[in-house]
């Protein structure tokens, strides 16, 4: 049995933030900030939901950074030693 890969959609997403990044490497938020800020506009109900596993599938590569306020939320941010990496990647996209 053939295992599947990540989802178009996913892939959409993630290759969304991490352009998002490479271009403001210092920037920081929630998935909702995200959605906000950071991604084209879109349905961000339909969307939040991509969003976070595009986020938890880029946390599991090492590309991003997830840190949990005293709130319970969580704040996402580039992993700025692997700014390289991260380039290439998007290049083999």
Request: no cysteine.
């Amino acid at each position: 049995m053939k295992e599947e890969g990540p989802s178009e959609s996913l892939m959409a997403e993630a290759r969304e933030i991490l352009s998002y990044l490479i271009e403001h490497p210092d920037a920081k938020d929630t998935v909702d900030g995200i959605l906000r800020w950071w991604l084209t506009k879109g349905n961000s109900e339909i969307r939040k939901g991509e969003v976070e596993e595009a986020l938890d599938f880029l946390v599991a590569k090492g590309f991003l950074i997830e840190r949990e306020t005293s709130d319970l939320k969580k704040i996402y941010g580039v992993e700025r030693e692997r700014l390289g990496e991260i380039e290439t990647y998007l290049k083999d996209l």
